[in-house]
């Protein structure tokens, strides 16, 4: 019997990793695998002090907080630099491409990126060379003239947003100039806003495993997404999207990204590609929940298995030689996601899915039907509602899973 560890390495998340470890648990996965015989260990990953050459405990790891806890990290890049460990999120492309990177790439590879712009921040932190280099270099511009080109309204955001956080939409010159003034030190990118919008889409991406979600940004925070299948989505509408998930995520490195879109007059606008840590809280995804945990289930558990090997570089060259094809750009776009699915083995995945977890969807329905994952619910719900709403919202979000329930019986019938 060979054991493959898998470690979650977790903040503020509650209920999936329940969710995950109880659904294993059920599991009890024997995997027959190249002359093994494998089941696994679920564990989580602690904080503490490490030596660099300390062995890693862990095959695999499902990180969530590596974007902003350090220590974490670099312990995730010690255990892949030295001991092989298969992690999703790629850490490096983490912390080193933002929004700005997925824009730049998405434009260059000719998928259809709103007009975006990049202006200096308002202001800085104090630094020894700061004056010399904003005397000598920094060019006095026309913010007015910028918000022309773009035109209006606009979005002002952070180069590398999250979380709505600093997001502003701009419909004149005045409220340009006043919002700048009042933007700090954050490094804002003016964008072009897709009016008019009739569809947003998230679309999920877990491996090679998709769902796409219909968004409504106006709804409180428990309805924005919607519980439509995909009814939203014509066939070709589907695919699409999928290809451009899967190119920007393989592009990046993420196993592992929630990529937003919106569509107007028969183009889809990518707007948000940066989520390598999707919201993946019972409290926003609540229909959808269970298909993240199980994506997740699959994905670790194949990797973990075949020992699959992380992709710890980046390779963009094989993207850029499609550009010198000459084909249509939604061949072009199918082109790019081949590589991905190339990267993502998924094929392969399929397969595997087939032959060992044929059975999950079943364990699963019976799991999110039972008191234990209620529990799981509200214990995610108390810690964020109000202690007199805790019982009303965790009715909702489990009448919802209950919903998903009733349709996935009614698929499998
Ligand atoms: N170009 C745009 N056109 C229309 N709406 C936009 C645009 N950019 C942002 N928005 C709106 O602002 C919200 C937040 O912007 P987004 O780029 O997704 O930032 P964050 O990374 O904080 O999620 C979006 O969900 C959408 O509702
Ligand atoms: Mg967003």
Excluded at 136 to 151: K, P
Excluded at 269 to 290: E, M
Excluded at 373 to 378: E, G, H, P, Q
Aim: some cysteine.
């Amino acid at each position: 019997m060979a054991t493959r560890r898998i470690g979650l390495s977790l903040g503020a998340d509650l209920c999936w990793p329940i969710c995950y470890e109880e659904i294993m648990r059920q599991l009890n996965l024997s995997i027959d695998y190249g002359g093994e015989s494998i089941n696994f260990e679920i564990s989580r990953v602690t904080i503490e002090p490490f030596n660099i050459r300390q062995p890693c405990p862990y095959d695999l790891v499902i990180d969530r907080v590596t974007h902003w806890y350090h220590t974490s990290r670099e312990w995730i890049k010690k255990s892949i630099l030295m001991d092989d460990l298969y992690v999703y999120n790629n850490p490096w492309s983490i912390q080193s491409m933002e929004k700005q990177s997925t824009y730049c790439a998405m434009a260059k590879l000719g998928i259809p990126v709103p007009d975006t712009w990049m202006i200096p921040p308002k202001s800085y932190d104090e630094q020894a060379d700061l004056d010399d280099t904003l005397d000598r270099y920094a060019r006095l511009f026309d913010l007015g003239d910028i918000g022309r080109q773009v035109g209006y309204p606009h979005y002002m955001k952070p180069y590398d947003g999250g979380a709505w956080k600093g997001v502003n939409r701009i419909d004149n010159e005045e409220k340009l100039r006043e919002t700048y003034e009042d933007s700090g030190k954050l490094l804002m990118h003016l964008q072009a806003s897709v009016e008019g919008f009739d569809r947003f889409v998230r679309c999920i991406g877990l491996g090679p495993q998709f769902r796409m979600v219909s968004y409504n940004p106006s709804a409180p925070l428990h309805d924005r997404y919607e519980i439509r299948d995909d009814d939203f989505l014509t066939d070709d509408d589907r695919a699409q999207l999928e290809d451009t998930a899967m190119t920007i995520n393989s592009f990046f490195g993420w196993d592992f990204n929630s990529c937003e879109s919106l569509h107007r007059d028969g183009i889809w606008y990518p707007i948000d590609f940066a989520n390598a840590c999707p919201d993946s809280q019972v409290t926003s995804l609540h229909y959808h929940f269970p298909w993240i945990v199980l994506a997740n289930i699959r994905w670790s558990v194949f990797c973990a298995a075949t020992r699959r090997t992380m992709r710890k570089n980046l390779d963009w060259q094989p993207y850029y030689d499609l550009l010198q094809e000459p084909m249509s750009d939604r061949e072009r776009l199918a082109a790019y996601a081949r590589i991905g699915h190339q990267r993502m083995q998924t094929e392969r995945f399929r397969e595997f899915c087939d032959q060992y977890l044929g059975h999950l969807d079943e364990v699963a329905v019976e799991f999110f039907e039972t008191e234990f994952a209620k529990d799981a619910v509200r214990n995610k719900v108390a810690s964020l509602f109000p202690a007199n709403e805790v019982e009303e919202f965790t009715e909702l979000f489990w009448e919802r899973i209950g919903q998903w329930r009733k349709d996935q019986l009614q698929k499998a019938s």
